[in-house]
């Protein structure tokens, strides 16, 4: 038991942080790619396709969060303390965008603030996420203390390197990226024409930015070049690099050949594959280099509990969820709004 | 410069909890509101109603947006500023939390895009029904977050063991001794705060001739909800001084501004207390009162402030004040929902102006009551972050100071500039009142209408156009 759980809370965990990075990926996406819209009436439309998800794909990063303090308490309190800065910003930054989906409606016509603010914010959150991912798979100083056990025991700034510097433009590109392919399935007009231009450039910056930290990790930390490269995981591992090539090739010929819901889903594989070459390199380490899930783990009667709330929730989430995106189905055309 | 991190620690988590505070309960008693108007709508067809909803509806968009980014800072706060906390308590405390995440949470947030985008997309018993499952999701969330927040007034159900809380029966940690007192208090709390800005809205439209209809209805539902939660909301409050009394007698002393407990309990109008010299200056008391109140016996004691050592009393002066500010909020409360009801009885609310006027002005009153009730549980808590487990001072996380500073400054500068603007919007839509436009859609029967929100906003239009502007 005391060694399934907090497996199976990784899991959960896992598909928390999967789920938030695929549906508030492609929202701040849309955000990133603000910038670029002509006019208002293309801004409003492209806020349009996200208005009535983006609270709910939102909250899914309120579960990451509360989930690593539910299942994994000392993991949570060394991440925040060492990643502080990261987080309060990424906060700060979703206050912004988060404010200007409903102060934007009121404050019509006088758009601009909250045009800069979502903007903005959205590209700043999506930083700041990629620097956090970056400062967490880099290493964390930790050391024990007498009688309170590890505690994060760096600098304020540990977290700022070339390497987490990549990471966090590596995720601006790649939400972008889902953004595009959500707005080419989601609109018409010029914005979908705008996005299909967009997309292609965007998934081959992702992939290049996708191969730097796959190169980079292994070199840097022998403990993910040992987890690669050694017999017999290099057998098993070959494939997923080569997989994540091929669903970017199909992404491409999809937009090429003006497919609409082909080029969504597979950018969100191409993610989920990133996903699953990061936790291959950092398992069994929450915290790496020390802590690990069985290290960090919640008492068992807190993963049991809060973990029956999740088998029951998960389903209902998932189902009214789906049924949302089911009412809100179909394009939003230009010109046309819920407001 | 020398700054006191821990103190800046306490500040920041006051700071942005106090921001967050008022959204929330402002979203759990509007989303209430509107689901109540939505269903008298649904039961009765009348189109105010309907043009009601849709009014607060809009108020509640960015009341809730505003509740929402603020906590989702309070959620990583808790690990960034509160490390210690976080793993001392976090057996207990987070899954509560999580659950509240998981069964209100997403409920929300998810039904709230039914909820504001549907009104001409889905069947007219669906959007009602998002409407009811918001409001419902609203008050699950303060169940869950009143539960973990009694927890650490009164803990229960759990053993320490090496310095750290280990869970032992859920039932008792979620139903701990304070929690059905302070859920009831806070929920009240949040349905009267609402009730009273609806009640200054609609005041304020009759003052200046607009809206004849919606505002009467506004006001005749504010005062008949005022004239009987508030007083509801003195008795659940006098309840919960009790509880308090019971498992924390040290901040009901520090309520009461109470240091010699061998003397009976003076009901303080006005003091200030001295901590240094343990007693209060200018005191202006009604003798035994408060003794009379919290023990039921003319001659009832309670421990005073001196009965307990110096580092276990909780700050007194932020206790006491606060303390008189809610309660005198209260009472004008009282007076405000009586003094309606008896006017409407009477049939000269619509002629009474001085009221009318008055109340136009109380919208804010509630909210500081809420803020100064909450000053009063937390800081009466002090020293403790979690009572008798875990000291404030030893609940922090080894961040440098300056990351404290620099992490302060941008709350607040960020939340002063967000939501003010927010909060003037909010009265700017209020400005603009209830769009008289607006048709309500067929009630019922429309589960089979093809959904097409262009249909319905070019019929909207089309309806919308000719009409005078009424009101």
């Given at each position: 038991?005391?060694?399934?759980?907090?497996?199976?809370?990784?899991?959960?965990?896992?598909?928390?942080?999967?789920?938030?990075?695929?549906?508030?990926?492609?929202?701040?996406?849309?955000?990133?790619?603000?910038?670029?819209?002509?006019?208002?009436?293309?801004?409003?439309?492209?806020?349009?396709?996200?208005?009535?998800?983006?609270?709910?794909?939102?909250?899914?990063?309120v579960?990451?969060g509360g989930?690593l303090w539910v299942?994994?308490p000392?993991?949570y309190a060394?991440v925040m303390p060492?990643?502080?800065?990261?987080v309060?910003?990424?906060l700060?930054?979703?206050?912004?965008?988060?404010?200007?989906?409903?102060?934007?409606?009121?404050?019509?016509?006088?758009?601009?603030?909250?045009?800069?603010?979502?903007?903005?914010?959205?590209?700043?959150?999506?930083?700041?996420?990629?620097?956090?991912?970056?400062?967490?798979?880099?290493?964390?100083?930790?050391?024990?203390?007498?009688?309170?056990?590890?505690?994060?025991?760096?600098?304020?700034?540990?977290?700022?390197?070339?390497?987490?510097?990549?990471?966090?433009?590596?995720?601006?590109?790649?939400?972008?990226?889902?953004?595009?392919?959500?707005?080419?399935?989601?609109?018409?007009?010029?914005?979908?024409?705008?996005?299909?231009?967009?997309?292609?450039?965007?998934?081959?910056?992702?992939?290049?930015?996708?191969?730097?930290?796959?190169?980079?990790?292994?070199?840097?930390?022998?403990?993910?070049?040992?987890?690669?490269?050694?017999?017999?995981?290099?057998?098993?591992?070959?494939?997923?690099?080569?997989?994540?090539?091929?669903?970017?090739?199909?992404?491409?010929?999809?937009?090429?050949?003006?497919?609409?819901?082909?080029?969504?889903?597979?950018?969100?594989?191409?993610?989920?594959?990133?996903?699953?070459?990061?936790?291959?390199?950092?398992?069994?380490?929450?915290?790496?280099?020390?802590?690990?899930?069985?290290?960090?783990?919640?008492?068992?009667?807190?993963?049991?509990?809060?973990?029956?709330?999740?088998?029951?929730?998960?389903?209902?989430?998932?189902?009214?969820?789906?049924?949302?995106?089911?009412?809100?189905?179909?394009?939003?055309?230009?010109?046309?709004?819920?407001? | 410069?020398?700054?006191?991190?821990?103190?800046?620690a306490?500040?920041q988590f006051?700071?942005t909890v106090?921001?967050?505070?008022?959204?929330?309960?402002?979203?759990?008693?509007?989303?209430?509101?509107?689901?109540?108007?939505?269903?008298?709508?649904?039961?009765?067809?009348?189109?105010?109603?309907?043009?009601?909803?849709?009014?607060?509806?809009?108020?509640?968009?960015?009341?809730?947006?505003?509740?929402?980014?603020?906590g989702i800072v309070l959620s990583y706060q808790f690990g960034t500023n509160w490390s210690r906390y976080s793993e001392v308590v976090g057996?207990?405390v987070a899954?509560l939390i999580g659950?509240?995440?998981?069964?209100?949470?997403?409920?929300?947030?998810?039904?709230?895009?039914?909820?504001?985008?549907?009104?001409?997309?889905?069947?007219?018993?669906?959007?009602?029904?998002?409407?009811?499952?918001?409001?419902?999701?609203?008050?699950?969330?303060?169940?869950?977050i009143?539960?973990a927040n009694?927890?650490m007034?009164?803990?229960?159900?759990?053993?320490?063991?090496?310095?750290?809380?280990?869970?032992?029966?859920?039932?008792?940690?979620?139903?701990?001794?304070?929690?059905?007192?302070?859920?009831?208090?806070?929920?009240?709390?949040?349905?009267?705060?609402?009730?009273?800005?609806?009640?200054?809205?609609?005041?304020?439209?009759?003052?200046?001739?607009?809206?004849?209809?919606?505002?009467?209805?506004?006001?005749?539902?504010?005062?008949?909800?005022?004239?009987?939660?508030?007083?509801?909301?003195?008795?659940?409050?006098?309840?919960?001084?009790?509880?308090?009394?019971?498992?924390?007698?040290?901040?009901?002393?520090?309520?009461?501004?109470?240091?010699?407990?061998?003397?009976?309990?003076?009901?303080?109008?006005?003091?200030?207390?001295?901590?240094?010299?343990?007693?209060?200056?200018?005191?202006?008391?009604?003798?035994?009162?408060?003794?009379?109140?919290?023990?039921?016996?003319?001659?009832?004691?309670?421990?005073?402030?001196?009965?307990?050592?110096?580092?276990?009393?909780?700050?007194?002066?932020?206790?006491?004040?606060?303390?008189?500010?809610?309660?005198?909020?209260?009472?004008?409360?009282?007076?405000?929902?009586?003094?309606?009801?008896?006017?409407?009885?009477?049939?000269?609310?619509?002629?009474?102006?001085?009221?009318?006027?008055?109340?136009?002005?109380?919208?804010?009153?509630?909210?500081?009551?809420?803020?100064?009730?909450?000053?009063?549980?937390?800081?009466?808590?002090?020293?403790?972050v979690a009572?008798?487990?875990l000291?404030?001072?030893?609940a922090m996380s080894?961040?440098?100071?300056?990351?404290?500073?620099?992490?302060?400054?941008?709350?607040?500068?960020?939340?002063?500039?967000?939501?003010?603007?927010?909060?003037?919007?909010?009265?700017?839509?209020?400005?603009?009142?209830?769009?008289?436009?607006?048709?309500?859609?067929?009630?019922?029967?429309?589960?089979?209408?093809?959904?097409?929100?262009?249909?319905?906003?070019?019929?909207?239009?089309?309806?919308?156009?000719?009409?005078?502007?009424?009101?």
């Open positions: 038991m005391e060694w399934y759980l907090p497996l199976a809370w990784g899991w959960i965990i896992a598909a928390a942080v999967a789920m938030y990075v695929i549906l508030d990926g492609f929202d701040l996406g849309i955000g990133i790619l603000f910038p670029f819209a002509k006019d208002e009436h293309e801004r409003d439309q492209m806020m349009n396709t996200v208005a009535p998800f983006w609270d709910g794909n939102e909250t899914w990063l579960l990451g989930g299942a994994f000392k993991a060394i060492a990643l502080y800065l990261p309060i910003v990424m700060l930054a979703l206050i912004f965008r988060g404010v200007s989906f409903e102060f934007r409606w009121v404050a019509k016509p006088n758009k601009s603030v909250w045009n800069i603010t979502f903007a903005g914010g959205s590209i700043l959150a999506a930083f700041c996420q990629g620097l956090i991912l970056g400062g967490l798979i880099q290493g964390i100083d930790v050391q024990t203390q007498p009688n309170i056990g590890p505690q994060f025991a760096g600098g304020a700034f540990d977290w700022a390197t070339p390497f987490s510097l990549l990471c966090g433009v590596g995720v601006v590109l790649g939400y972008a990226l889902l953004g595009a392919t959500w707005l080419n399935m989601k609109t018409d007009e010029e914005v979908a024409r705008r996005s299909r231009r967009q997309a292609p450039a965007l998934l081959a910056a992702v992939l290049v930015a996708m191969g730097l930290v796959s190169l980079w990790t292994p070199l840097a930390i022998d403990r993910i070049w040992d987890r690669w490269f050694s017999l017999p995981n290099f057998l098993f591992l070959w494939p997923i690099p080569l997989i994540a090539l091929g669903v970017a090739y199909l992404v491409w010929r999809g937009l090429e050949n003006g497919r609409e819901i082909g080029p969504f889903f597979g950018s969100i594989v191409l993610f989920l594959l990133g996903f699953l070459g990061l936790a291959i390199s950092t398992f069994p380490y929450l915290v790496p280099p020390h802590i690990t899930f069985w290290d960090a783990a919640a008492a068992p009667a807190s993963q049991i509990f809060a973990g029956i709330g999740v088998a029951i929730m998960f389903p209902i989430i998932i189902g009214y969820t789906v049924l949302v995106y089911w009412l809100f189905r179909g394009k939003v055309r230009a010109g046309e709004g819920y407001h | 410069m020398d700054f006191d991190p821990n103190l800046i306490r500040l006051a700071f106090s921001f967050h505070i008022v959204f929330p309960a402002f979203s759990i008693g509007i989303s209430a509101y509107v689901a109540t108007l939505l269903l008298i709508w649904a039961k009765t067809g009348a189109d105010r109603f309907h043009r009601l909803a849709r009014f607060w509806t809009k108020i509640f968009a960015v009341s809730f947006a505003m509740g929402v980014v603020s057996n207990v899954p659950y509240e995440v998981l069964t209100a949470f997403f409920l929300e947030a998810t039904f709230l895009g039914i909820m504001l985008f549907g009104w001409d997309r889905v069947p007219a018993w669906l959007h009602v029904l998002s409407a009811c499952i918001v409001a419902t999701g609203t008050a699950i969330s303060g169940f869950w009143l539960s009694s927890w007034h009164t803990p229960a159900g759990f053993e320490v063991r090496d310095g750290v809380a280990y869970p032992l029966d859920w039932l008792q940690i979620i139903f701990n001794p304070s929690f059905p007192y302070r859920f009831a208090h806070m929920m009240t709390a949040a349905y009267l705060t609402t009730a009273v800005v609806v009640l200054s809205v609609g005041c304020r439209y009759l003052l200046a001739n607009r809206f004849g209809e919606d505002a009467r209805t506004m006001v005749r539902m504010a005062v008949g909800m005022i004239a009987i939660v508030a007083p509801l909301q003195l008795i659940i409050g006098d309840q919960h001084g009790l509880n308090t009394l019971h498992h924390q007698p040290a901040k009901v002393a520090a309520m009461e501004g109470h240091w010699n407990g061998d003397e009976p309990v003076a009901l303080s109008l006005f003091a200030i207390p001295n901590p240094e010299a343990e007693r209060n200056d200018y005191d202006i008391a009604l003798p035994r009162v408060s003794g009379l109140i919290l023990t039921h016996e003319w001659d009832g004691r309670i421990k005073g402030l001196r009965d307990f050592p110096r580092d276990q009393r909780p700050p007194v002066l932020p206790v006491f004040f606060a303390f008189r500010i809610m309660v005198a909020i209260g009472m004008l409360l009282i007076a405000t929902g009586l003094a309606g009801a008896w006017l409407w009885w009477r049939g000269t609310l619509w002629e009474t102006r001085w009221y009318l006027k008055a109340a136009s002005y109380v919208w804010p009153l509630g909210f500081i009551a809420i803020l100064s009730g909450w000053v009063v549980t937390e800081v009466g808590r002090q020293p403790w009572w008798g487990i000291r404030t001072a030893d080894p961040v440098s100071t300056g990351s404290l500073v620099i992490s302060l400054t941008l709350f607040v500068l960020v939340y002063c500039c967000v939501f003010s603007v927010g909060v003037y919007y909010i009265n700017r839509l209020i400005n603009r009142g209830p769009d008289p436009a607006i048709i309500a859609p067929p009630r019922g029967g429309a589960a089979n209408r093809p959904l097409s929100a262009a249909q319905d906003a070019t019929r909207g239009a089309i309806a919308g156009g000719p009409e005078p502007a009424a009101g």
